[in-house]
């Protein structure tokens, strides 16, 4: 007698849905779906991740050559708008020419972020306006986001860009405010505690994506416990 192989159904991978309500988010993707129209062919979305990189080195050094004169901050403003050209345009040039690559994409776009930001939060900490500890503190809570989203879309299949109403270019604002801001106020300690008015504000940064990451991945595992 033969025995006939029982096939056991393939897991179904249900697709990742882009959950994005940031303030910005709707006039930014008019803005976006007007300049990929208006981009030459030989602009590639690669190219474009790495400008979006070159931006973030800008940045970093605009703000540790602040230290000699502060109008290198200048160039970090600078790097600012390039790192937002190159970061926000890149999938989108992808989508818009229906060119993805998923999973190649997917790798190499957040790869090269996280390595972006953490060379932004060195250059940061190595200006006289905020300490390195201070700046790295807040590179901690947001690669903490960073990884509970990477998470939450392979556990969930929700890839949020967005959480408390604010993006990446809310936050590219918040930090060209406070960039601004230090043309204007002394970077000196506050009452003997060593640290400047601009290491509580990035710190209380720091604080606010940690506290949320607690938050987070809390209410993620009350949904999978739910279901589980």
Known sequence: MMHQK???PAAVVKPV???QHNILALNERRLLTW???RLPAWVKPDQ????GFAGSV???CGYALSTWRIE???LSLAGYCVNWFGDSLD???ARFRKIERPDFGYFIDHSTDSLANTVLAIGLGLSPFVRLDVALFCLIGYLLMSIHTFLAARVIAEFRLSYLSAGPTELRLILMTITLAMFVFDPAPLLGTGLSGFDFVIGGMGILLVGLYILQTAKTARK???VA
């Open 6 to 8: 029982i096939k056991t």
């Open 17 to 19: 849905v882009r959950i």
């Open 35 to 37: 300049i990929c129209a």
């Open 48 to 51: 474009l991740t790495g400008l």
């Open 58 to 60: 800008l940045i970093a």
């Open 72 to 74: 290198w901050l200048w």
């Open 91 to 93: 999938g989108s040039l």
């Open 224 to 226: 999978l416990s739910s």
